[in-house]
């Protein structure tokens, strides 16, 4: 019996050392994605940024060639 004990012991410690390293793997990926996100929201204002600026330089030129 106490040899059924043990294996029993055993397998929980390996579930529990396991469900740890997913964790922390899960934790990890997350903090990831959040910086990814960051980046592509970063991303995304500069271009939208740029268009605006590309939008106010083509009608400058055409004011200009008006005059």
Known sequence: MEL???NVTDKR??????QV????A???MQTKLDE????????????????AQLLMTEEEKL???RN
């Open 4 to 6: 059924l004990d043990e």
């Open 13 to 18: 410690t390996v579930a529990f050392a396991i």
């Open 21 to 24: 390293m997913l964790r922390d």
């Open 26 to 28: 899960n934790e990890r």
């Open 36 to 51: 990814l996100q960051g980046r592509y929201a970063g991303l995304a204002l500069t271009k939208t940024d740029l268009s």
């Open 63 to 65: 004011r200009v060639s």
